[in-house]
Nanobody
Framework: QVQLVESGGGLVQAGGSLRLSCAAS????????MGWFRQAPGKEREVIAV???????NYVDSVRGRFTISRDNAKNTVYLQINSLKPEDTAVYYC???????????????????WGQGTQVTVSS
């Protein structure tokens, strides 16, 4: 069973930065596309970005420029760098794994088969 563990969340002031990490285990990491999602209170979960094994990336337009997804295949870890944080970035951030490859194109959560427990990011104004 694939295991994903996020870390790096916390309370940060607006304008600050965070780097989230997601450590993956019990999988052949290079066979999976990895995605970051977030869910704010009272809102639906939304995709942020997806990264392929070859480091190709696909971002949702609303976060392009402030968010950077990356991965280290040797460490079985995917990262999300968030700069210029805004109060509206407050959410639980989740990483997810897709062994099929469809999620890179659809960016739909339903195409990701494994999920972490999430890490809370709170941005104060």
């Amino acid at each position: 069973q694939v295991q994903l563990v996020e870390s790096g969340g916390g309370l940060v002031q607006a304008g600050g930065s965070l780097r989230l990490s997601c450590a993956a285990s019990r999988l052949t990491f290079s066979n999976y596309d990895m995605g970051w999602f977030r869910q704010a209170p009272g809102k639906e979960r939304e995709v942020i970005a997806v990264i392929r094994e070859n480091h190709d990336t696909n971002y949702v337009d609303s976060v392009r420029g402030r968010f950077t997804i990356s991965r280290d295949n040797a460490k079985n870890t995917v990262y999300l760098q968030i700069n210029s944080l805004k109060p509206e970035d407050t959410a639980v951030y989740y990483c997810a794994a897709d062994p099929v490859g469809r999620g890179y194109y659809t960016r739909k959560g339903s195409d990701f088969s494994s999920w972490g427990q999430g890490t809370q990011v709170t941005v104060s104004s």
